[in-house]
């Protein structure tokens, strides 16, 4: 609850800033601010506080959320300090770009932690609204309106779909608390209005977090998006999605019958299958990107088919996904900054240009194909393995049949880095620090947990 | 003591090899080979003493230098044994090394690469006697390639000239086909008696077969002839050696005359308790080998290069070799190597003089008349050649009599057969002489002009070789068999010793008559009719088969080289692009899918919520409706 | 007072809720024209409220009527921003026609 | 001391040669490997005295891994032949001048540290991220300094790539399965599986293909010949001669004794398949034009007979695989280095456009040609304890597959003399072709002196290996 | 049939009706209206459950606030023609299909799931007054109420962000 509040708070500051123009420190200031919730966060972890107590019947810190409050910040933190540069353009409107997305961490807060349905809504409509806002941002580039109009209107019709299925529940139950709903659902006599509601409320999420076949929107919108908040969409917000997806599906004791077990099934492969094959022929990074988000989601919702380990392998994975894609996108923006296409030619030469950048985007692509000893080889062990143990393994092949697939797509960036000469025009390296900086640390916690996951596995326990 | 004089035996040669690799050409050309020569020469002092010292107590010895290579339930040590057999095969190793050595120094003075030409002769010698004095079977094949190896870089000496590198290829090839079938054998026989060691194997195969293994010592037999096939040239694999005339002269002397080819005969002695049990592999030894000597000997009738002919009556000898093998008699086998080394070599080594006197020139239509400018040559040629066609009482008559007397004994027909073979041998060789030798010279005015004696470095081995081509049936005289009871130890099995009766002097008196034919034949068509070969494309009807070697190499090269060649080729250009194809048409697939998928992405707001809400729809259906 | 259900039934309202919300969804498919579509969607709120209310009165409980009004607010928010994003495509293409936004397609 | 401090002072080369510059990118290199090789000596001196050098600390608590690495024999020798290796082909590497050479040999060095953790390794996964880890440092050196027309070189290498990656990842699952089954990945504990047979032929295929394409066993072989071909020769060095060996040896200490019941009921198709890949490797490589190419398909044939030698599942066959293993291990990188050698002096690989080298450079024709002898297993070399080992333990399952396998010592005469006699013999070149520098004077002599010193007295690498195969073999028959 | 059953059937028909007309009359403006009417017909829906307020709030919101927006918006931009080009044919269709799949598809389950059976309970207490309402939005839902506050103020800086001009350059 202190998080929630110290960021709000936070983001009203922001837009206070504005009256007393302080447009240069904000960055920083956020940053620090950030720093000190992220300190917070983590001081809570294990104490129990009395202000959750109180509200308790909205909001409940559990390890759970604590974890992927934490992850959430750090993200936040690392696309706050990359829009130093990236709004350079729009001074006017920097605090508000600003506030908006840490209005939007509260919304992915609120999202992991909520314990009544009332907040997960609202939780998820800042987060959704956020986004369409961030998405449309660039009022003059047709691509962004469109990305935006078209995030929008089917957000909104997602949006419909969750909120009948949670007035279902709601007819069913007759509670929006998830402890009674949870209670509730362990015994008999539910009608059925409850299974169907849950089943609207998922696919809602499934939409969310761009799974097939509720995946179209997921390309044109990020294609469009300004690249910073397509970096947003595919690490916080698709992180932030599926880590709800998971509360619910525990919360509302779905129970894994054969049925839903096969839709997970079929979801997933074809999530993933679709995701990877659709990449291998985008010639725009940022739409690459976002196919192979798809994929991504796929192999997450692999882990509900394990329910019992599927939070800690969901942490992990989402942990080693968000930070390889913060990293790789920190440096798309640098080296697309002053193109006016984000296509895979703008790459070429890298490898000669800036070594460490292209080593750093090497590096996350690795991560995100699953090469040990990134953090992307464990996350998609674990789901494999844990996959394994309840004995799907078609999934499991599927899964691994699409790693092979990705490096195809992965590594037409890498080639193109290192096998390619850069074009005549010269390469201007702007002011790439907060880029790096962001490129290099997010890549080096990737690796660091990698190494080590223990580190991330652990705070479950 | 005896040990470390066995290895010095053993390295003295390998000694003389590093020096020369090293250091020889920093030295001078003489010193190199005096070196060369000298380590082998050492090897042949040493080969001597052990031999005084065997027939003083008549102890084979035997030791291990150390653990080689550890296979199954057996070890492999890196053993020498020196019995009565190796040390036969040691002295006239390495005493007609050492002659040819001497030889060599003036043959080869010539060169450039004089060192390396001794390098490799020593090497040889040193694979060679490793090929002897080797304990087990496995060093006996370090050496079996070895020398293989050295006939492969001496018959390519000439690199310069791909063809003669085209015939060292094939000669490593072809024995390699051999020493494939001598490694299956080795295979066979270890797996079945745990031991490839000489002396144990002895007992092992007995016993073996009394326990019903006599099917796999048949198959082990055949392999381990197959491999003595390659290396002594016989049917099929008898190809290459004409071929590796392409060599120095000394090398065809030493390698492919006197030592190297004779390799097949001391294994198969070596390992005669084994084909004394295996009768039909037996009958097929002494088949293929009356077949060879008869073929070979067909051939080298019309052959006008005056090696090839040399050549070809080696083959031929090697097959009367292994007829007496077939046929059990290894002694008399053994008899006929010694004294065929002695005249061999010595022919060799004469025609060598007379490629060199005519500087490289070795086509007998341009020769004749050679008598009067090279006497020394001429004589000994003369009677090595009269030893070779079985002229009593030259050291040929001898052992091949004997020969002939068992296959008598044993099979008429083989006899039949051999004994033509042996009249041809006789009418060729004379032919070689009479073209070489007689009549006037042919060649050109130049090379008539530079006609000399070779120097006494080229005369000695020759006067040498001569007069052992003479006496050195003296070892095996009817009568007197010393090699018979020398062998006894090696050669278990019993060998009836052949009394001379009526029929023995009956078949002595045949066997000459038959070379006397064959020499009255070749006088008459080449020195009365005065007869010189026609050049290459005169030649006719049969005549040209033979002449053309009965087609077997176009044989082989259209049987086996071009198909795999060809397979080559069919694999090269198709089947590896279609392999890669396959490989590659999975991301195809991918790719294509992709192609289609992006399609469906056509960026219509109304397509995407249209799918969406199908999806809820079938998810519904599946989940509530459907039973 | 009795409960009002006893005399409709809650199937009655799930029934029309359910139209209400299939002639959203058909509204957002059938027009191209941005406007209606968002009105197609708040019809789709609108089902969904109106079924609260009628579970809220099922389960004589305020929290059903209560939610609705998050949702109202939520319909509010959701209304003001597409109709600004509306606005900026319609001021960048002088079309507010959706079947108009085809460029990031692929 | 123990033996995570070799893997530790190859990557703190690794990252010195990273910083230390260009310039002296290759000695640091060097050096580090040197030190290195006589670490892994020491290591290898410990271990005969009974020292205990292996290395087992938690990873992971939730999957269960181990950090553990263990060394017996066979993994002593596959350490050894790597540290020996790496600095020969880092000296070799000194007559060509890299851009960005700091990047270059801290990649060496890099796939030296991977590849030798994945020999010690003794935990499943640990040993999935090291066989995985030492992909990428070949990729990028083959990709960035390779040869030939960029294009091509791209669709080979990532083909490479993506093909090797995916056959692992196979095995991948085979681990996870296996994990699901025993509850850790320590090696000891997967040797005590007790497996089904529908299991184990799973599993074993899940291996085998990640193995398989990695050897390569045909039809699997078909990224090998263009990636020799187009990689720098240090890549193919690095590939052919250690990491092939990868897969080999994980097949014996893997796949074998995990899936025993699947070997011995698949043994004559897996040894048919090997062999018909000896068969298949020595005819193509006949008619090859190009030197390296010919050369990586003389290195298919002759892993074909290792993998049928491993899969005899006999003493003497794992026993000559390893030996082969090493001795090809050595020779190969001797003969790639000689056709580099002759790529730096004519710039061609082509064998029609090379002949007449021998007399202008006698001392590299000598050398080349004892190589070309000891791949074709003249006795008294290394390579014909090997392929003797090999070929009898074949002929102790059936003669045939000795006689086919056997084949090898006829085709292989064929094409490596064939080779030898177009590009060395004949008239004199008329390109001049110096003499070959100290620098590679010293790499030719120690692979020779190696290769010829363990053909007569093959017993220290027998007395390390043969225990630990044993051990394996008792697993494997439990 | 009771007169408030009645009174149900012919709300439902007009909430229905005019639904369906928003979407299928092709002038926006007629649109608009035909929803206001819908809303209001909600609103009796509202009423018929004896939720004054939210029936009020409901007219307030919906037809006073956000239907004034989309007025607003249509006036802007000038839409009240008839201009707009139809689907093609194959999605309008498809839009149909989907619309009568879904609508029997939610309908079947809903008639398959067991109906209630007996009397709805009663619980006779107050449950929908304002102050019941005023109690439970500012005691148990203070943290989501407060939090709508976020939202409404996420929604307010978005729309100024899209629509706020910015000066050239720079």
């Given at each position: 609850?202190?998080?929630?509040?110290?960021?709000?708070?936070?983001?009203?500051?922001?837009?206070?800033?504005?009256?007393?123009?302080?447009?240069?420190?904000?960055?920083?200031?956020?940053?620090?601010?950030?720093?000190?919730?992220?300190?917070?966060?983590?001081?809570?972890?294990?104490?129990?506080?009395?202000?959750?107590?109180?509200?308790?019947?909205?909001?409940?810190?559990?390890?759970?959320?604590?974890?992927?409050?934490?992850?959430?910040?750090?993200?936040?933190?690392?696309?706050?300090?990359?829009?130093?540069?990236?709004?350079?353009?729009?001074?006017?409107?920097?605090?508000?770009?600003?506030?908006?997305?840490?209005?939007?961490?509260?919304?992915?807060?609120?999202?992991?932690?909520?314990?009544?349905?009332?907040?997960?809504?609202?939780?998820?409509?800042?987060?959704?609204?956020?986004?369409?806002?961030?998405?449309?941002?660039?009022?003059?580039?047709?691509?962004?309106?469109?990305?935006?109009?078209?995030?929008?209107?089917?957000?909104?019709?997602?949006?419909?779909?969750?909120?009948?299925?949670?007035?279902?529940?709601?007819?069913?139950?007759?509670?929006?608390?998830?402890?009674?709903?949870?209670?509730?659902?362990?015994?008999?006599?539910?009608?059925?209005?409850?299974?169907?509601?849950?089943?609207?409320?998922?696919?809602?999420?499934?939409?969310?977090?761009?799974?097939?076949?509720?995946?179209?929107?997921?390309?044109?919108?990020?294609?469009?998006?300004?690249?910073?908040?397509?970096?947003?969409?595919?690490?916080?917000?698709?992180?932030?999605?599926?880590?709800?997806?998971?509360?619910?599906?525990?919360?509302?004791?779905?129970?894994?019958?054969?049925?839903?077990?096969?839709?997970?099934?079929?979801?997933?492969?074809?999530?993933?299958?679709?995701?990877?094959?659709?990449?291998?022929?985008?010639?725009?990074?940022?739409?690459?990107?976002?196919?192979?988000?798809?994929?991504?989601?796929?192999?997450?919702?692999?882990?509900?088919?394990?329910?019992?380990?599927?939070?800690?392998?969901?942490?992990?994975?989402?942990?080693?996904?968000?930070?390889?894609?913060?990293?790789?996108?920190?440096?798309?923006?640098?080296?697309?900054?002053?193109?006016?296409?984000?296509?895979?030619?703008?790459?070429?030469?890298?490898?000669?240009?800036?070594?460490?950048?292209?080593?750093?985007?090497?590096?996350?692509?690795?991560?995100?194909?699953?090469?040990?000893?990134?953090?992307?080889?464990?996350?998609?062990?674990?789901?494999?393995?844990?996959?394994?143990?309840?004995?799907?393994?078609?999934?499991?092949?599927?899964?691994?049949?699409?790693?092979?697939?990705?490096?195809?797509?992965?590594?037409?960036?890498?080639?193109?880095?290192?096998?390619?000469?850069?074009?005549?025009?010269?390469?201007?390296?702007?002011?790439?620090?907060?880029?790096?900086?962001?490129?290099?640390?997010?890549?080096?916690?990737?690796?660091?947990?990698?190494?080590?996951?223990?580190?991330?596995?652990?705070?479950?326990? | 003591?005896?040990?470390?004089?066995?290895?010095?035996?053993?390295?003295?040669?390998?000694?003389?090899?590093?020096?020369?690799?090293?250091?020889?050409?920093?030295?001078?050309?003489?010193?190199?080979?005096?070196?060369?020569?000298?380590?082998?020469?050492?090897?042949?002092?040493?080969?001597?003493?052990?031999?005084?010292?065997?027939?003083?107590?008549?102890?084979?010895?035997?030791?291990?230098?150390?653990?080689?290579?550890?296979?199954?339930?057996?070890?492999?040590?890196?053993?020498?044994?020196?019995?009565?057999?190796?040390?036969?095969?040691?002295?006239?190793?390495?005493?007609?090394?050492?002659?040819?050595?001497?030889?060599?120094?003036?043959?080869?003075?010539?060169?450039?690469?004089?060192?390396?030409?001794?390098?490799?002769?020593?090497?040889?010698?040193?694979?060679?006697?490793?090929?002897?004095?080797?304990?087990?079977?496995?060093?006996?094949?370090?050496?079996?390639?070895?020398?293989?190896?050295?006939?492969?870089?001496?018959?390519?000496?000439?690199?310069?000239?791909?063809?003669?590198?085209?015939?060292?290829?094939?000669?490593?090839?072809?024995?390699?086909?051999?020493?494939?079938?001598?490694?299956?054998?080795?295979?066979?026989?270890?797996?079945?008696?745990?031991?490839?060691?000489?002396?144990?194997?002895?007992?092992?195969?007995?016993?073996?077969?009394?326990?019903?293994?006599?099917?796999?010592?048949?198959?082990?037999?055949?392999?381990?002839?197959?491999?003595?096939?390659?290396?002594?040239?016989?049917?099929?694999?008898?190809?290459?050696?004409?071929?590796?005339?392409?060599?120095?002269?000394?090398?065809?002397?030493?390698?492919?005359?006197?030592?190297?080819?004779?390799?097949?005969?001391?294994?198969?002695?070596?390992?005669?308790?084994?084909?004394?049990?295996?009768?039909?592999?037996?009958?097929?030894?002494?088949?293929?080998?009356?077949?060879?000597?008869?073929?070979?000997?067909?051939?080298?009738?019309?052959?006008?290069?005056?090696?090839?002919?040399?050549?070809?009556?080696?083959?031929?000898?090697?097959?009367?070799?292994?007829?007496?093998?077939?046929?059990?008699?290894?002694?008399?086998?053994?008899?006929?190597?010694?004294?065929?080394?002695?005249?061999?070599?010595?022919?060799?080594?004469?025609?060598?003089?007379?490629?060199?006197?005519?500087?490289?020139?070795?086509?007998?239509?341009?020769?004749?008349?050679?008598?009067?400018?090279?006497?020394?040559?001429?004589?000994?040629?003369?009677?090595?050649?009269?030893?070779?066609?079985?002229?009593?009482?030259?050291?040929?008559?001898?052992?091949?009599?004997?020969?002939?007397?068992?296959?008598?004994?044993?099979?008429?027909?083989?006899?039949?057969?051999?004994?033509?073979?042996?009249?041809?041998?006789?009418?060729?060789?004379?032919?070689?002489?009479?073209?070489?030798?007689?009549?006037?010279?042919?060649?050109?005015?130049?090379?008539?002009?530079?006609?000399?004696?070779?120097?006494?470095?080229?005369?000695?081995?020759?006067?040498?070789?001569?007069?052992?081509?003479?006496?050195?049936?003296?070892?095996?005289?009817p009568g007197s068999t010393w090699l018979n009871h020398y062998l006894e130890p090696i050669l278990a099995g019993k060998h009836e010793e052949h009394h001379l009766g009526s029929t023995e002097y009956m078949l002595m008196g045949i066997a000459l008559v038959g070379a006397i034919i064959g020499i009255v034949l070749a006088y008459s068509k080449y020195i009365k009719q005065a007869f010189v070969p026609k050049t290459d494309n005169e030649i006719v009807g049969f005549s040209k088969t033979i002449y053309n070697k009965f087609y077997v190499d176009e044989l082989y090269t259209a049987t086996i080289v071009k198909p795999i060649n060809a397979l080559s080729n069919f694999f090269r250009t198709t089947l590896e692009p279609a392999l890669s194809k396959v490989v590659f048409s999975f991301g195809s697939v991918a790719?294509?899918?992709?192609?289609?998928?992006?399609?469906?992405?056509?960026?219509?707001?109304?397509?995407?919520?249209?799918?969406?809400?199908?999806?809820?729809?079938?998810?519904?259906?599946?989940?509530?409706?459907?039973? | 007072?009795?409960?009002?259900?006893?005399?409709?039934?809650?199937?009655?309202?799930?029934?029309?809720?359910?139209?209400?919300?299939?002639?959203?969804?058909?509204?957002?498919?059938?027009?191209?024209?941005?406007?209606?579509?968002?009105?197609?969607?708040?019809?789709?709120?609108?089902?969904?409220?109106?079924?609260?209310?009628?579970?809220?009165?099922?389960?004589?409980?305020?929290?059903?009527?209560?939610?609705?009004?998050?949702?109202?607010?939520?319909?509010?928010?959701?209304?003001?921003?597409?109709?600004?994003?509306?606005?900026?495509?319609?001021?960048?293409?002088?079309?507010?026609?959706?079947?108009?936004?085809?460029?990031?397609?692929? | 001391?123990?033996?995570?401090?070799?893997?530790?002072?190859?990557?703190?080369?690794?990252?010195?040669?990273?910083?230390?510059?260009?310039?002296?990118?290759?000695?640091?290199?060097?050096?580090?490997?040197?030190?290195?090789?006589?670490?892994?000596?020491?290591?290898?001196?410990?271990?005969?005295?009974?020292?205990?050098?292996?290395?087992?600390?938690?990873?992971?608590?939730?999957?269960?891994?181990?950090?553990?690495?263990?060394?017996?024999?066979?993994?002593?020798?596959?350490?050894?032949?790597?540290?020996?290796?790496?600095?020969?082909?880092?000296?070799?590497?000194?007559?060509?001048?890299?851009?960005?050479?700091?990047?270059?040999?801290?990649?060496?060095?890099?796939?030296?540290?991977?590849?030798?953790?994945?020999?010690?390794?003794?935990?499943?996964?640990?040993?999935?991220?090291?066989?995985?880890?030492?992909?990428?440092?070949?990729?990028?050196?083959?990709?960035?300094?390779?040869?030939?027309?960029?294009?091509?070189?791209?669709?080979?290498?990532?083909?490479?790539?993506?093909?090797?990656?995916?056959?692992?990842?196979?095995?991948?699952?085979?681990?996870?399965?296996?994990?699901?089954?025993?509850?850790?990945?320590?090696?000891?504990?997967?040797?005590?599986?007790?497996?089904?047979?529908?299991?184990?032929?799973?599993?074993?295929?899940?291996?085998?293909?990640?193995?398989?394409?990695?050897?390569?066993?045909?039809?699997?072989?078909?990224?090998?010949?263009?990636?020799?071909?187009?990689?720098?020769?240090?890549?193919?060095?690095?590939?052919?001669?250690?990491?092939?060996?990868?897969?080999?040896?994980?097949?014996?200490?893997?796949?074998?004794?995990?899936?025993?019941?699947?070997?011995?009921?698949?043994?004559?198709?897996?040894?048919?398949?090997?062999?018909?890949?000896?068969?298949?490797?020595?005819?193509?490589?006949?008619?090859?034009?190009?030197?390296?190419?010919?050369?990586?398909?003389?290195?298919?044939?002759?892993?074909?007979?290792?993998?049928?030698?491993?899969?005899?599942?006999?003493?003497?066959?794992?026993?000559?695989?390893?030996?082969?293993?090493?001795?090809?291990?050595?020779?190969?990188?001797?003969?790639?280095?000689?056709?580099?050698?002759?790529?730096?002096?004519?710039?061609?690989?082509?064998?029609?456009?090379?002949?007449?080298?021998?007399?202008?450079?006698?001392?590299?024709?000598?050398?080349?040609?004892?190589?070309?002898?000891?791949?074709?297993?003249?006795?008294?070399?290394?390579?014909?304890?090997?392929?003797?080992?090999?070929?009898?333990?074949?002929?102790?399952?059936?003669?045939?597959?000795?006689?086919?396998?056997?084949?090898?010592?006829?085709?292989?005469?064929?094409?490596?003399?064939?080779?030898?006699?177009?590009?060395?013999?004949?008239?004199?070149?008329?390109?001049?072709?110096?003499?070959?520098?100290?620098?590679?004077?010293?790499?030719?002599?120690?692979?020779?002196?190696?290769?010829?010193?363990?053909?007569?007295?093959?017993?220290?690498?027998?007395?390390?290996?043969?225990?630990?195969?044993?051990?394996?073999?008792?697993?494997?028959?439990? | 049939?009771?007169?408030?059953?009645?009174?149900?059937?012919?709300?439902?028909?007009?909430?229905?009706?005019?639904?369906?007309?928003?979407?299928?009359?092709?002038?926006?403006?007629?649109?608009?209206?035909?929803?206001?009417?819908?809303?209001?017909?909600?609103?009796?829906?509202?009423?018929?459950?004896?939720?004054?307020?939210?029936?009020?709030?409901?007219?307030?919101?919906?037809?006073?606030?956000?239907?004034?927006?989309?007025?607003?918006?249509?006036?802007?931009?000038?839409?009240?023609?008839?201009?707009?080009?139809?689907?093609?044919?194959?999605?309008?269709?498809?839009?149909?299909?989907?619309?009568?799949?879904?609508?029997?598809?939610?309908?079947?389950?809903?008639?398959?799931?067991?109906?209630?059976?007996?009397?709805?309970?009663?619980?006779?207490?107050?449950?929908?007054?304002?102050?019941?309402?005023?109690?439970?939005?500012?005691?148990?839902?203070?943290?989501?109420?407060?939090?709508?506050?976020?939202?409404?103020?996420?929604?307010?800086?978005?729309?100024?962000?899209?629509?706020?001009?910015?000066?050239?350059?720079?």
């Amino acid at each position: 609850m202190q998080v929630l509040i110290s960021i709000v708070s936070l983001g009203v500051f922001c837009l206070l800033a504005e009256i007393f123009n302080l447009r240069k420190l904000l960055v920083p200031i956020t940053v620090i601010g950030l720093l000190a919730i992220l300190g917070i966060s983590l001081n809570l972890w294990s104490t129990d506080n009395s202000l959750d107590t109180q509200f308790s019947s909205m909001i409940a810190t559990t390890k759970f959320s604590s974890a992927f409050s934490t992850l959430f910040i750090l993200l936040t933190i690392f696309l706050i300090a990359m829009s130093d540069d990236f709004y350079k353009d729009h001074q006017a409107k920097f605090s508000d770009f600003i506030a908006i997305k840490l209005f939007l961490l509260t919304g992915a807060i609120a999202m992991v932690s909520f314990t009544n349905l009332a907040m997960f809504f609202l939780g998820i409509e800042v987060l959704s609204i956020s986004v369409y806002i961030l998405a449309a941002s660039e009022r003059l580039d047709v691509k962004s309106n469109e990305a935006g109009m078209k995030y929008f209107l089917l957000g909104s019709f997602a949006s419909g779909l969750i909120l009948f299925g949670i007035c279902l529940v709601y007819g069913a139950t007759g509670y929006f608390d998830m402890g009674e709903i949870y209670d509730l659902s362990q015994g008999v006599g539910l009608p059925v209005w409850y299974p169907i509601g849950v089943a609207l409320i998922i696919i809602g999420m499934l939409f969310k977090i761009a799974a097939a076949p509720f995946h179209f929107w997921a390309p044109d919108v990020y294609e469009g998006s300004p690249t910073l908040t397509t970096a947003t969409m595919s690490t916080l917000v698709k992180v932030a999605a599926i880590a709800t997806l998971y509360k619910l599906v525990s919360g509302f004791s779905v129970v894994l019958s054969l049925k839903v077990e096969n839709i997970i099934v079929v979801i997933s492969i074809l999530s993933m299958t679709i995701g990877n094959i659709m990449a291998l022929r985008q010639k725009n990074v940022k739409r690459m990107l976002a196919f192979s988000g798809i994929s991504h989601a796929g192999f997450m919702l692999m882990a509900f088919l394990n329910i019992a380990t599927a939070a800690n392998n969901l942490l992990y994975y989402t942990f080693a996904y968000a930070l390889a894609g913060i990293s790789a996108f920190a440096v798309i923006i640098m080296v697309t900054k002053n193109k006016d296409n984000e296509n895979i030619d703008n790459f070429n030469g890298l490898g000669k240009a800036n070594p460490l950048m292209a080593a750093v985007l090497t590096a996350s692509l690795l991560s995100m194909a699953g090469i040990p000893i990134f953090s992307g080889f464990f996350a998609k062990f674990m789901l494999f393995s844990d996959t394994m143990k309840v004995g799907y393994i078609i999934v499991v092949i599927a899964g691994v049949i699409n790693s092979i697939i990705s490096i195809g797509y992965y590594f037409k960036l890498v080639l193109a880095m290192y096998t390619k000469d850069f074009d005549n025009n010269e390469y201007k390296p702007t002011n790439y620090y907060t880029y790096g900086v962001v490129a290099v640390l997010s890549i080096v916690i990737n690796i660091v947990i990698g190494i080590y996951p223990s580190l991330v596995t652990q705070l479950l326990k | 003591m005896e040990m470390n004089l066995a290895i010095l035996l053993l390295l003295s040669p390998f000694v003389g090899f590093l020096f020369n690799v090293f250091f020889g050409k920093k030295v001078s050309k003489g010193f190199s080979g005096t070196i060369g020569t000298l380590t082998v020469v050492v090897s042949f002092l040493l080969s001597v003493c052990f031999f005084a010292q065997l027939n003083q107590n008549g102890k084979a010895f035997e030791f291990s230098l150390f653990d080689w290579i550890q296979v199954g339930n057996f070890k492999l040590n890196f053993g020498i044994l020196l019995d009565q057999l190796s040390i036969l095969w040691l002295l006239f190793v390495t005493g007609i090394g050492s002659l040819i050595h001497l030889y060599s120094i003036s043959y080869m003075h010539d060169d450039e690469n004089m060192h390396k030409f001794f390098a490799y002769l020593n090497l040889f010698v040193f694979f060679m006697i490793t090929l002897v004095v080797g304990s087990n079977l496995l060093v006996m094949f370090i050496g079996w390639e070895g020398v293989g190896l050295c006939s492969y870089l001496l018959i390519g000496f000439w690199y310069k000239n791909q063809d003669y590198n085209d015939a060292a290829k094939k000669a490593f090839i072809m024995n390699r086909v051999g020493d494939l079938g001598l490694l299956i054998g080795i295979f066979i026989l270890a797996i079945n008696l745990d031991t490839i060691n000489f002396t144990d194997l002895n007992a092992g195969v007995v016993a073996l077969n009394k326990t019903g293994g006599n099917q796999a010592l048949q198959w082990a037999a055949l392999c381990l002839f197959i491999g003595a096939t390659g290396k002594s040239a016989q049917i099929p694999l008898y190809t290459w050696l004409p071929d590796a005339m392409a060599g120095p002269t000394p090398v065809s002397a030493l390698i492919h005359a006197a030592t190297m080819v004779t390799a097949g005969i001391f294994m198969v002695t070596r390992m005669n308790f084994l084909f004394d049990l295996t009768p039909n592999v037996q009958h097929v030894i002494a088949i293929i080998g009356t077949i060879t000597a008869l073929v070979a000997a067909a051939i080298g009738l019309l052959q006008n290069d005056i090696k090839k002919v040399l050549a070809y009556s080696t083959v031929s000898q090697l097959g009367l070799m292994f007829l007496a093998l077939g046929l059990g008699a290894y002694n008399v086998a053994v008899f006929h190597v010694i004294t065929h080394a002695f005249f061999k070599a010595c022919l060799f080594l004469g025609s060598g003089s007379v490629i060199h006197g005519l500087h490289g020139e070795q086509d007998m239509r341009k020769m004749g008349g050679l008598r009067k400018a090279m006497p020394i040559t001429f004589w000994t040629m003369m009677i090595s050649t009269l030893a070779i066609a079985g002229i009593f009482p030259f050291a040929g008559f001898w052992s091949k009599d004997e020969i002939l007397m068992t296959a008598f004994h044993e099979n008429k027909t083989l006899w039949i057969v051999a004994s033509i073979a042996s009249i041809m041998t006789a009418f060729y060789m004379f032919r070689l002489m009479y073209l070489t030798f007689f009549r006037e010279f042919r060649g050109t005015e130049e090379q008539k002009n530079h006609l000399h004696e070779s120097p006494s470095l080229i005369t000695i081995p020759l006067v040498i070789l001569a007069v052992l081509a003479t006496i050195g049936g003296a070892i095996n005289l009817p009568g007197s068999t010393w090699l018979n009871h020398y062998l006894e130890p090696i050669l278990a099995g019993k060998h009836e010793e052949h009394h001379l009766g009526s029929t023995e002097y009956m078949l002595m008196g045949i066997a000459l008559v038959g070379a006397i034919i064959g020499i009255v034949l070749a006088y008459s068509k080449y020195i009365k009719q005065a007869f010189v070969p026609k050049t290459d494309n005169e030649i006719v009807g049969f005549s040209k088969t033979i002449y053309n070697k009965f087609y077997v190499d176009e044989l082989y090269t259209a049987t086996i080289v071009k198909p795999i060649n060809a397979l080559s080729n069919f694999f090269r250009t198709t089947l590896e692009p279609a392999l890669s194809k396959v490989v590659f048409s999975f991301g195809s697939v991918a790719y294509g899918l992709s192609s289609q998928g992006r399609k469906l992405q056509n960026g219509n707001i109304g397509l995407y919520l249209f799918v969406f809400v199908i999806g809820i729809c079938a998810i519904i259906t599946y989940l509530f409706i459907a039973q | 007072m009795g409960n009002i259900l006893n005399e409709i039934g809650i199937e009655n309202y799930i029934f029309l809720s359910v139209l209400l919300f299939c002639i959203g969804v058909f509204g957002v498919l059938y027009r191209r024209n941005a406007i209606i579509v968002f009105m197609s969607i708040e019809i789709m709120l609108n089902a969904v409220n109106l079924l609260f209310v009628a579970f809220s009165t099922y389960h004589q409980d305020a929290e059903g009527q209560v939610f609705v009004f998050f949702s109202m607010a939520v319909a509010a928010a959701e209304v003001a921003v597409g109709l600004a994003i509306l606005v900026s495509v319609f001021r960048n293409l002088g079309s507010i026609d959706i079947d108009n936004l085809k460029n990031l397609k692929g | 001391m123990n033996i995570t401090t070799l893997l530790i002072l190859l990557l703190a080369g690794a990252i010195v040669t990273l910083i230390s510059g260009d310039k002296l990118a290759s000695r640091v290199a060097l050096l580090f490997s040197l030190v290195a090789f006589g670490f892994s000596l020491n290591l290898l001196f410990q271990f005969n005295q009974g020292t205990d050098i292996s290395f087992v600390s938690n990873w992971i608590d939730n999957p269960k891994v181990a950090f553990a690495l263990k060394a017996d024999g066979l993994s002593m020798a596959m350490v050894l032949l790597t540290t020996a290796l790496t600095p020969l082909i880092i000296l070799s590497s000194f007559g060509n001048n890299f851009n960005n050479s700091k990047n270059f040999y801290a990649l060496v060095l890099l796939m030296s540290f991977a590849m030798i953790g994945t020999f010690l390794a003794a935990d499943g996964l640990l040993y999935y991220v090291f066989w995985e880890l030492a992909l990428i440092p070949i990729y990028f050196i083959a990709l960035i300094w390779g040869n030939g027309d960029a294009e091509e070189r791209k669709k080979a290498v990532v083909k490479f790539f993506i093909y090797t990656l995916a056959g692992s990842l196979f095995m991948l699952v085979g681990f996870a399965y296996l994990y699901s089954k025993a509850g850790s990945f320590l090696l000891e504990d997967l040797y005590k599986l007790e497996l089904s047979d529908n299991e184990q032929f799973w599993i074993f295929f899940a291996f085998f293909l990640a193995y398989a394409i990695k050897i390569p066993i045909i039809p699997f072989h078909t990224w090998q010949a263009k990636v020799y071909q187009k990689a720098p020769t240090v890549g193919t060095m690095l590939l052919s001669g250690i990491m092939l060996k990868m897969g080999l040896y994980s097949v014996i200490r893997w796949q074998l004794p995990i899936a025993p019941n699947a070997a011995k009921e698949y043994m004559p198709i897996l040894i048919g398949l090997s062999i018909a890949g000896v068969v298949y490797g020595s005819i193509v490589a006949l008619r090859q034009k190009d030197l390296k190419k010919l050369l990586a398909y003389s290195s298919l044939a002759h892993v074909g007979l290792i993998a049928a030698g491993c899969y005899t599942l006999t003493v003497d066959g794992l026993n000559g695989a390893v030996y082969q293993m090493i001795a090809h291990g050595f020779v190969i990188v001797g003969l790639f280095f000689a056709a580099e050698v002759i790529f730096r002096r004519f710039e061609t690989r082509k064998i029609k456009e090379l002949g007449g080298i021998r007399s202008q450079a006698s001392g590299f024709t000598s050398m080349f040609m004892i190589l070309v002898l000891a791949s074709v297993a003249l006795p008294g070399t290394y390579n014909f304890v090997g392929e003797f080992t090999v070929l009898y333990s074949l002929s102790q399952v059936n003669l045939w597959f000795a006689l086919i396998g056997g084949t090898t010592i006829i085709l292989g005469a064929y094409y490596m003399l064939r080779m030898f006699q177009h590009t060395m013999l004949g008239e004199t070149n008329t390109k001049v072709f110096a003499e070959v520098s100290l620098n590679e004077t010293i790499v030719f002599v120690v692979i020779i002196g190696f290769l010829l010193f363990f053909g007569l007295y093959p017993k220290p690498i027998n007395d390390l290996v043969n225990p630990a195969i044993k051990e394996i073999l008792a697993v494997i028959n439990r | 049939m009771s007169p408030i059953l009645i009174t149900f059937y012919f709300l439902a028909a007009i909430t229905l009706a005019t639904a369906f007309l928003t979407i299928y009359s092709k002038n926006p403006i007629h649109s608009a209206i035909y929803l206001i009417i819908c809303f209001f017909s909600i609103g009796g829906h509202y009423l018929l459950f004896n939720a004054q307020f939210l029936a009020i709030v409901h007219i307030i919101v919906y037809a006073g606030a956000i239907m004034v927006l989309m007025l607003f918006t249509i006036m802007l931009m000038n839409l009240n023609k008839e201009d707009e080009v139809h689907k093609p044919r194959i999605t309008r269709l498809g839009a149909i299909v989907v619309f009568v799949v879904m609508s029997i598809v939610l309908v079947t389950i809903f008639i398959n799931s067991k109906t209630i059976v007996g009397e709805y309970d009663t619980s006779g207490e107050d449950f929908q007054s304002i102050k019941k309402l005023g109690n439970v939005l500012l005691n148990e839902y203070m943290v989501p109420f407060e939090y709508a506050s976020v939202l409404l103020l996420v929604a307010m800086i978005g729309t100024v962000l899209l629509s706020k001009k910015e000066k050239p350059g720079k």
